[in-house]
Protein backbone atom coordinates (compact mmCIF):
# COMPACT_ATOMS: atom_id res chain seq x y z
CA UNK A 1 0.00 0.00 0.00
CA UNK A 2 2.97 2.63 0.64
CA UNK A 3 2.95 2.78 -3.37
CA UNK A 4 0.07 4.68 -2.52
CA UNK A 5 2.28 8.06 -1.85
CA UNK A 6 3.19 8.74 -4.92
CA UNK A 7 -0.13 9.81 -5.92
CA UNK A 8 -1.68 11.24 -2.91
CA UNK A 9 -1.33 15.09 -2.77
CA UNK A 10 -3.96 18.29 -2.76
CA UNK A 11 -5.59 17.53 -5.65
CA UNK A 12 -5.68 13.85 -5.73
CA UNK A 13 -7.43 14.04 -2.03
CA UNK A 14 -9.75 16.78 -3.33
CA UNK A 15 -10.77 14.86 -6.81
CA UNK A 16 -11.69 12.11 -4.73
CA UNK A 17 -13.87 13.56 -2.04
CA UNK A 18 -15.51 15.40 -4.65
CA UNK A 19 -15.59 12.05 -6.44
CA UNK A 20 -17.19 10.40 -3.38
CA UNK A 21 -19.64 13.36 -2.87
CA UNK A 22 -20.95 12.71 -6.70
CA UNK A 23 -21.50 9.55 -5.53
CA UNK A 24 -23.28 9.85 -3.19
CA UNK A 25 -25.67 12.75 -4.45
CA UNK A 26 -26.06 10.27 -7.08
CA UNK A 27 -27.74 7.85 -4.72
CA UNK A 28 -29.69 9.95 -2.93
CA UNK A 29 -31.18 11.19 -6.18
CA UNK A 30 -31.57 7.19 -6.82
CA UNK A 31 -32.99 6.30 -3.84
CA UNK A 32 -35.81 8.42 -3.78
CA UNK A 33 -36.53 6.98 -7.37
CA UNK A 34 -36.39 3.08 -6.76
CA UNK A 35 -35.09 2.72 -2.75
CA UNK A 36 -34.76 -1.22 -3.22
CA UNK A 37 -32.54 -1.19 -6.01
CA UNK A 38 -30.05 1.00 -4.47
CA UNK A 39 -29.86 -0.12 -1.25
CA UNK A 40 -28.94 -3.53 -3.10
CA UNK A 41 -26.56 -1.65 -5.49
CA UNK A 42 -25.02 0.13 -2.48
CA UNK A 43 -24.20 -3.26 -0.85
CA UNK A 44 -22.70 -4.27 -3.65
CA UNK A 45 -20.19 -1.50 -3.73
CA UNK A 46 -19.71 -1.62 -0.25
CA UNK A 47 -18.35 -5.12 -1.02
CA UNK A 48 -16.43 -4.24 -3.87
CA UNK A 49 -14.59 -1.98 -1.49
CA UNK A 50 -14.05 -4.24 1.35
CA UNK A 51 -12.18 -6.42 -1.30
CA UNK A 52 -10.34 -3.76 -2.09
CA UNK A 53 -9.04 -2.60 1.63
CA UNK A 54 -8.44 -5.89 2.23
CA UNK A 55 -6.18 -6.36 -0.63
CA UNK A 56 -4.37 -3.39 0.20
CA UNK A 57 -4.06 -4.46 3.91
CA UNK A 58 -3.81 -8.09 4.52
CA UNK A 59 -2.32 -9.50 1.32
CA UNK A 60 1.02 -9.77 2.61
CA UNK A 61 4.43 -8.21 0.34
CA UNK A 62 6.59 -11.10 1.83
CA UNK A 63 6.22 -14.44 2.88
CA UNK A 64 4.40 -14.91 6.01
CA UNK A 65 6.55 -14.86 9.05
CA UNK A 66 9.06 -13.71 7.98
CA UNK A 67 8.93 -9.80 9.18
CA UNK A 68 9.86 -8.41 12.75
CA UNK A 69 6.64 -7.81 14.30
CA UNK A 70 6.39 -4.13 15.50
CA UNK A 71 3.08 -2.82 17.27
CA UNK A 72 2.50 0.98 17.85
CA UNK A 73 -0.12 1.71 20.52
CA UNK A 74 0.58 5.15 21.05
CA UNK A 75 -1.61 7.37 18.91
CA UNK A 76 0.53 9.87 16.45
CA UNK A 77 3.53 8.40 17.46
CA UNK A 78 4.82 8.14 14.10
CA UNK A 79 3.57 12.11 13.14
CA UNK A 80 4.74 14.10 16.03
CA UNK A 81 5.87 11.85 19.10
CA UNK A 82 9.35 10.77 19.67
CA UNK A 83 9.85 8.41 16.99
CA UNK A 84 9.29 11.40 14.82
CA UNK A 85 12.21 13.55 16.00
CA UNK A 86 14.58 11.00 14.81
CA UNK A 87 12.82 10.97 11.10
CA UNK A 88 13.80 13.09 7.87
CA UNK A 89 10.84 15.36 7.24
CA UNK A 90 10.32 13.18 3.87
CA UNK A 91 9.85 10.20 6.08
CA UNK A 92 7.17 12.38 8.14
CA UNK A 93 5.55 13.11 5.01
CA UNK A 94 5.32 9.42 3.67
CA UNK A 95 3.82 8.35 7.19
CA UNK A 96 1.40 11.24 6.61
CA UNK A 97 0.60 10.39 3.22
CA UNK A 98 0.06 7.26 4.25
CA UNK A 99 -2.66 8.07 7.19
CA UNK A 100 -4.11 10.50 4.30
CA UNK A 101 -4.83 7.52 2.24
CA UNK A 102 -5.73 4.84 5.32
CA UNK A 103 -8.35 7.36 5.54
CA UNK A 104 -9.73 7.96 2.27
CA UNK A 105 -9.70 3.77 2.25
CA UNK A 106 -12.81 3.94 4.36
CA UNK A 107 -14.59 6.77 3.05
CA UNK A 108 -16.67 4.40 0.66
CA UNK A 109 -17.08 2.22 3.16
CA UNK A 110 -18.82 4.08 5.32
CA UNK A 111 -20.65 5.85 2.53
CA UNK A 112 -21.94 2.68 1.26
CA UNK A 113 -22.89 1.61 4.40
CA UNK A 114 -24.41 4.60 5.04
CA UNK A 115 -26.64 4.27 1.82
CA UNK A 116 -27.33 0.28 1.67
CA UNK A 117 -29.22 0.86 5.29
CA UNK A 118 -32.90 1.30 5.41
CA UNK A 119 -32.48 3.55 8.36
CA UNK A 120 -28.82 3.79 8.87
CA UNK A 121 -27.06 4.26 12.41
CA UNK A 122 -23.72 6.67 11.77
CA UNK A 123 -22.80 5.09 14.92
CA UNK A 124 -23.16 1.57 14.19
CA UNK A 125 -21.84 2.10 11.03
CA UNK A 126 -18.14 4.28 12.55
CA UNK A 127 -17.85 1.07 15.18
CA UNK A 128 -18.27 -1.53 12.78
CA UNK A 129 -15.61 0.01 10.80
CA UNK A 130 -13.41 0.22 13.38
CA UNK A 131 -13.91 -3.33 14.11
CA UNK A 132 -12.99 -3.95 10.89
CA UNK A 133 -9.94 -1.38 10.78
CA UNK A 134 -8.96 -3.79 14.41
CA UNK A 135 -9.82 -6.90 12.94
CA UNK A 136 -6.96 -5.96 9.72
CA UNK A 137 -4.55 -4.91 12.26
CA UNK A 138 -4.78 -8.02 14.39
CA UNK A 139 -4.60 -10.40 11.16
CA UNK A 140 -1.55 -8.39 9.98
CA UNK A 141 0.08 -8.79 13.69
CA UNK A 142 -0.51 -12.63 13.41
CA UNK A 143 0.84 -12.89 9.89
CA UNK A 144 3.70 -10.94 10.72
CA UNK A 145 4.70 -10.36 6.89
CA UNK A 146 6.49 -7.07 7.08
CA UNK A 147 3.31 -4.72 7.78
CA UNK A 148 3.38 -2.28 11.09
CA UNK A 149 0.93 -2.93 13.30
CA UNK A 150 0.04 0.61 14.22
CA UNK A 151 -3.14 2.07 16.25
CA UNK A 152 -3.02 5.43 14.08
CA UNK A 153 -4.54 3.31 10.82
CA UNK A 154 -6.91 2.54 13.09
CA UNK A 155 -7.77 6.08 14.24
CA UNK A 156 -7.50 7.14 10.80
CA UNK A 157 -9.27 4.39 9.32
CA UNK A 158 -12.59 5.40 11.67
CA UNK A 159 -12.08 9.22 10.94
CA UNK A 160 -12.66 8.46 7.00
CA UNK A 161 -15.78 6.00 7.80
CA UNK A 162 -16.68 9.16 9.95
CA UNK A 163 -16.30 11.47 7.04
CA UNK A 164 -17.94 8.95 4.47
CA UNK A 165 -21.23 8.83 6.93
CA UNK A 166 -21.26 12.75 7.26
CA UNK A 167 -21.50 13.00 3.04
CA UNK A 168 -23.78 10.17 3.02
CA UNK A 169 -26.18 11.80 5.70
CA UNK A 170 -25.26 15.01 3.57
CA UNK A 171 -26.37 13.64 0.07
CA UNK A 172 -29.56 12.31 1.64
CA UNK A 173 -30.76 15.62 2.79
CA UNK A 174 -29.70 17.44 -0.63
CA UNK A 175 -31.72 15.18 -2.79
CA UNK A 176 -34.55 15.48 0.40
CA UNK A 177 -34.47 11.60 1.25
CA UNK A 178 -33.83 11.54 5.14
CA UNK A 179 -32.59 8.77 6.79
CA UNK A 180 -36.07 8.18 8.73
CA UNK A 181 -38.31 8.45 5.21
CA UNK A 182 -37.49 4.90 4.18
CA UNK A 183 -38.54 3.84 7.74
CA UNK A 184 -41.58 5.60 7.82
CA UNK A 185 -42.35 4.55 4.38
CA UNK A 186 -42.05 1.14 5.35
CA UNK A 187 -44.19 1.36 8.25
CA UNK A 188 -46.89 3.13 6.45
CA UNK A 189 -47.17 0.16 4.15
CA UNK A 190 -50.04 -1.65 5.61
CA UNK A 191 -50.37 -5.38 5.30
CA UNK A 192 -53.70 -6.44 2.78
CA UNK A 193 -54.92 -8.55 5.08
CA UNK A 194 -54.93 -5.41 8.49
CA UNK A 195 -56.75 -3.08 5.90
CA UNK A 196 -59.35 -5.34 5.64
CA UNK A 197 -59.92 -5.88 9.40
CA UNK A 198 -59.69 -2.37 9.92
CA UNK A 199 -62.17 -2.26 7.39
CA UNK A 200 -64.56 -4.45 9.10
CA UNK A 201 -64.58 -2.64 12.28
CA UNK A 202 -65.02 0.56 10.12
Known sequence: MWRIVFYVNTWTVSLFLAAVAGVAVGLGV???ASPRRQRRAARLLWGACLVAALAA???PDRPIGSGVPYVAMIPGEGLWGSAADSMFAGERH???VLQVANAAMFVPLGLFAYTAARAPSPTVIVLG???LSVTIEAVQ???NAGRVVDVD???FN???ALIGCLLGSAAWRVT???????VRRHAARTHPLRSWLAQLRD
Open 94 to 96: MIL
Open 129 to 131: CTA
Open 158 to 160: TAG
Open 57 to 59: TVV
Open 141 to 143: LVM
Open 30 to 32: WRR
Open 176 to 182: GRGAGQD
Open 153 to 155: DVI
